[in-house]
Every structure is written in structure tokens, then in C-alpha cells.
């Protein structure tokens, strides 16, 4: 079984930073992709950050330049770096991550959710 486990998060002021981190545990083989989704309230969960098994990275745009994602392969971790925070940053963070486990089948997991409120 594959769990996603989140950390950091929290209530931050305009123009701080914080950093999130998500491990992958459990039966892995490998992991296609992995990053974060967001969703605000009455918002749709959308994709803040993903980086692929080659290492591409895709951010959404209002991320881009503020928002950096990095992988340790030996933790199965990311980690979302968070800077020059907004109100609109305001969100449930998703961990996401396209698995294949050791049943050979490939799926999406996500984590739990971690609040992050960044105050005006």
C-alpha cells in the first residue's frame, strides 16, 4: 500500500515563505510524476506544481518565479519551496503522485491536505 505524507504549512504573512514536503511510502516501484494541487474555497483543486521521472517541471502561472519544486529520489519526497506569498495563495495543498506499485499498476494518490493561509 502507498501513502503520501505531508508536512509544513501554516499561516504565514504576505511576502513570507513557506516549504511543503510529501514522501512517498509504501510498495513503490516507481514514480511517474509528483507535486501539488490546490484548492480554495468553492475553487476546483488545480495544479500548482508537478515534476516528471525526467525531471521536467511544470508550475501554474501565477507560481511561476515565486514557487520552486525539487525531489529527493532516495526519500521519494518533493518538496514545494514557497516564496513571496499572496493572499490568493491561500489554499488546501494536495500532494500528488502517479505511482507504480508492486502489483505493476500505475495510480494516482493523493495526500490528506495541508492548510497554508497567508494573512494581508
Known sequence: QVQLVESGGGLVQAGGSL???C???GSIVSINSMGW????PGNRRD??????SGDRT?????VKGRFTLSRDDAKNTVYLQMNSLKPEDTALYYCFALIQSTDNILRNYWGQGTQVTVSS
Not at 37 to 40: A, E, L, N, V
Not at 58 to 62: K, L, V, W, Y
Open 37 to 40: 494541487y490546490r484548492q480554495g
Open 19 to 21: 516549504r511543503l514536503s
Open 47 to 52: 495544479m500548482v506544481a508537478l515534476i516528471n
Open 23 to 25: 514522501a512517498a511510502t
Open 58 to 62: 511544470n508550475f501554474m502561472d501565477s
